[in-house]
């Protein structure tokens, strides 16, 4: 199973753009989303050509694929749900892979590993178990140290990166856990 992962878009059509392009040249077999979609949050500049009415439909689309998981991020609203043909107001989601890994999905606010001084506190989740999260815009790829048999994966943020780098995630099942997780910087036009 390939599942191409990405976060904290807030309304930039210009990245999102970008995203769609990935998408189509990864081919995954589902998606995520890890929250803060459409709004830019009142701590963050403006991203690059912000507009939340040309996301949502592009969003829309990926959605009527029907291969789409989406979780809340602190930016997303109720009203953001209204232009939104997909669930995407649930804290956390979970996907298992065909080995039985578990992906516990979430934004970060609410459920997190602890890294970048963001929230650090997860449900119980078997040895073996990621948590798969956004948020703090920086990207992860490391074992969870507050929580032994947990690995933790950040893609990082589609559109407002703390490291200067656009990027998301691809998760691979059937590899190691150090091997199963990659960056994708997503390039400017």
């Not at 992962?5 to 990864?26: C, K, T």
């Not at 081919?27 to 949050?41: K, T």
């Not at 829309?60 to 930016?75: D, F, H, Q, S, W």
């Not at 690995?151 to 200067?164: L, M, R, T």
Request: aromatic letters at 8%; proline letters at 7%; hydrophobic letters at 40%.
């Amino acid at each position: 199973m390939k599942v191409l992962i990405a976060s904290d878009i807030h309304g930039s059509a210009y990245w999102m753009e970008r995203l769609v392009r990935a998408i189509e040249r990864e081919q995954p077999d589902r998606m995520v989303l890890l929250g803060d979609l459409l709004y830019h949050g009142p701590r963050n500049d403006l991203p690059r050509e912000y507009g939340p009415k040309r996301v949502a439909p592009l969003l829309n689309e990926l959605a009527a694929t029907g291969k789409l998981v989406a979780v809340r991020g602190n930016c997303d609203a109720e009203v953001d749900q209204m232009v939104l043909d997909f669930p995407c107001m649930a804290d956390y989601a979970q996907l298992v892979d065909e080995d039985g890994r578990v992906l516990f999905l979430t934004h970060g606010h609410v459920f997190g590993a602890g890294f970048h001084n963001s929230v650090d506190h997860l449900p119980a989740l078997p040895a073996g178990a990621v948590v798969v999260y956004g948020h703090t815009h920086v990207k992860v790829n490391e074992a969870a140290p507050a929580h032994p048999g947990v690995w933790a994966f950040n893609p990082g943020s589609v559109s407002i990166p703390k490291d200067g780098s656009h990027s998301y995630g691809i998760y691979e099942s059937g590899k190691p856990l150090e091997q199963a997780f990659r960056h994708v910087v997503l390039e400017e036009a």
